[in-house]
């Protein structure tokens, strides 16, 4: 194997364990069991997996002016994610103007917060 | 006032300074792309100065940074495979719940705003409301070692910014 396919093959992988994690974080949104525990889902998986995509991508980047733009695609992401997160953890902890409890998986049923 | 005036364009023009080539960057220097960036600079300037209180000039510590890059990426590594792990388990192995931490950063600067950025993203942490003197902090796992992280968290933003922390254990779940 030349340098040139490790290079790809390593790329390749890196994105593979990337799209791994978006899954990973779709699939918490969808079993975890309130609004604020499905946000933990959203924001570290997909911190992690968009990490992994980029830098397999910088693996294959013509020059060094690529490598800087897909990392700062990286911090801008997340920093949207944290801020939205942020936002959204907000309005649900003060839904009522005070702080409320969050709701363990023991009483999920209990949770109105997100609609259910 | 005029000095803080003066202070308040020189910050404005640096930031304006840096958020084109930042645009620059991004669009790889397509020169339509200003009719965009043009504007979205000068509504971001706008924001700034509304919301910007003249603070102490920043003060970043070179070792600090490179340490925190590097517990950046370590716990960004660990909080993605952390919490795959919790959902990806046959019972979900997760025990959420609020946790409230007082603050030893200074509220003055960008050190909070750090802090909270980065909390929601490393492991089992995410930032529900900013006070002045605590931060609920929503955990995936409450009974997990949350306080011990955040204060590291807390820890390596100070070195970053070069502040001095008072001793943890001031520090109440």
Not at chain 2, 42 to 54: G, M, S
Not at chain 2, 80 to 100: E, T, Y
Request: charged share 15%.
């Amino acid at each position: 194997m030349t340098g040139e396919d490790v290079r790809s093959a390593l790329s390749l992988t890196l994105i593979g364990a990337g799209i791994a994690f978006f899954l990973a974080g779709s699939i918490g949104v969808l079993r975890l069991p309130d609004l604020l525990s499905r946000l933990h889902a959203l924001t570290k998986a997909d911190n992690l997996g968009l990490g992994l995509v980029v830098l397999g991508l910088t693996l294959q980047a013509d020059d060094a002016f690529q490598v800087v733009r897909l990392l700062l695609v990286w911090l801008l992401v997340l920093f949207a994610s944290s801020v939205a997160c942020y936002l959204v953890a907000h309005s649900a902890t003060h839904a009522n103007g005070e702080p409320t409890p969050t709701v363990g998986p023991d009483n999920p049923s209990m949770d109105k917060r997100d609609g259910r | 006032m005029r000095r803080q005036r003066a202070a308040l364009s020189v910050r404005s023009s640096a930031l304006g300074a840096l958020l084109a080539l930042l645009w620059f960057v991004l669009t790889g220097g397509a020169v339509s792309s200003w009719i965009v960036g043009v504007p979205t600079i000068a509504a971001a300037l706008v924001l700034a100065r509304q919301i910007e209180r003249l603070t102490s000039p920043l003060r970043l510590d070179p070792a600090g940074v490179l340490g925190f890059v590097t517990y950046f990426l370590r716990e960004s590594v660990r909080g993605g495979i952390d919490v795959a792990g919790r959902v990806s388990a046959r019972r979900l192995r997760v025990a959420p719940g609020l946790v409230r931490y007082r603050w030893r950063l200074p509220a003055d600067g960008p050190a909070r705003a750090l802090f909270a950025l980065s909390a929601s993203l490393l492991p089992g942490t995410l930032v529900a409301a900013v006070g002045e003197h605590e931060v609920l902090i929503h955990a995936l796992d409450a009974k997990g070692p949350v306080p011990a992280e955040l204060a590291e968290l807390e820890q390596r933003v100070a070195g970053l910014f070069a502040l001095r922390l008072s001793a943890p254990g001031a520090t109440d779940a």
